[in-house]
């Protein structure tokens, strides 16, 4: 079982960029992105549910971040627009092989499998 996530990188503030999390070994239920910013402490950005596809999204992120789902490529997006500086952090994927409510997204140890982190770095 493996998850890579991808596409991260430098982007002015305002820009966008879009992150890909391919799952490969089998199907998740939920899906989380989450950010760590130095110094602070892991939080979800986003979830999707795989089957219905229902989202979550943290406050911060709200009408600027969409996350999606492709089920044909096991691959789960997030594109993200209208980037902020404190947007600025490593990005993480993460799949749980469970159904989550939408009341629980945000705990991190519900989460199975974690890939690796992407940087995304927004200039002011």
């Known amino acids: 079982v493996q998850l890579q996530a991808y596409g991260g990188g430098l982007v002015q503030a305002g820009g966008s960029l879009r992150l890909s999390c391919a799952a490969s070994?089998?199907?998740?239920?939920?899906y989380g992105w989450f950010r760590q910013a130095p110094g602070k402490e892991r939080e979800l950005v986003a979830a999707i549910r795989w089957n219905g596809g229902i989202t979550y999204y943290a406050d911060s992120v709200k009408a600027r971040f969409t996350v999606s789902r492709d089920n044909a490529k096991n691959t789960v997006y997030l594109q993200m627009n209208s980037l902020k500086p404190e947007d600025t952090a490593v990005y993480y994927c993460?799949?749980?092989?469970?159904?989550?409510?939408?009341?629980?997204?945000?705990?991190?140890?519900?989460?199975?499998?974690w890939g690796h982190g992407t940087l995304v770095t927004v200039s002011s």
């Open positions: 070994g089998r199907t998740f239920l939920t």
């Open positions: 993460a799949a749980a092989i469970r159904q989550i409510i939408t009341s629980q997204v945000t705990n991190i140890g519900l989460y199975d499998y």
